[in-house]
Nanobody, 124 residues
């Protein structure tokens, strides 16, 4: 069955960096897109970035544009989120999720499988 496992979260100071990983299994890999979503305390879930496995095309939310980079390693069935210049408002639980489409979007309701999440805390 489909499994998505996030890792790489932690505590960093403002301006620091983290690299999150999403390891996928049980997927027809090339037919899907993978998105990174986050949920901050007391806030709604929001999309940050996504990538088409087939095309390599990406989308980013305005809030992370220029700071976050999503990428994939097809041999490892893994998607990464490189997070640079982190800000306190980036503090959230980060989830990766599967979209059954070769063109990705940041609408969370369209994603049908979700990982368990990894915590990112940005604080001085």
């Amino acid at each position: 069955q489909v499994q998505l496992v996030e890792s790489g979260g932690g505590l960093v100071q403002p301006g620091g960096s983290l690299r999150l990983s999403c390891a996928a299994s049980g997927l027809s890999w090339m037919r899907y897109s993978i998105g990174w979503f986050r949920r901050a305390p007391g806030q709604e879930r929001e999309g940050s970035s996504c990538i088409s496995i087939l095309k390599g095309s990406t989308n980013y939310a305005d809030s992370v544009q220029g700071r976050f980079t999503i990428s994939k390693d097809t041999a490892k069935n893994t998607v990464y989120l490189q997070m640079n210049n982190l800000k306190p408002e980036d503090t959230a639980t980060y989830y990766c999720a599967r979209l059954y489409d070769t063109t990705c979007n940041l609408y969370s309701a369209l994603y049908d499988f979700w990982g368990q999440g990894t915590q990112v805390t940005v604080s001085s």
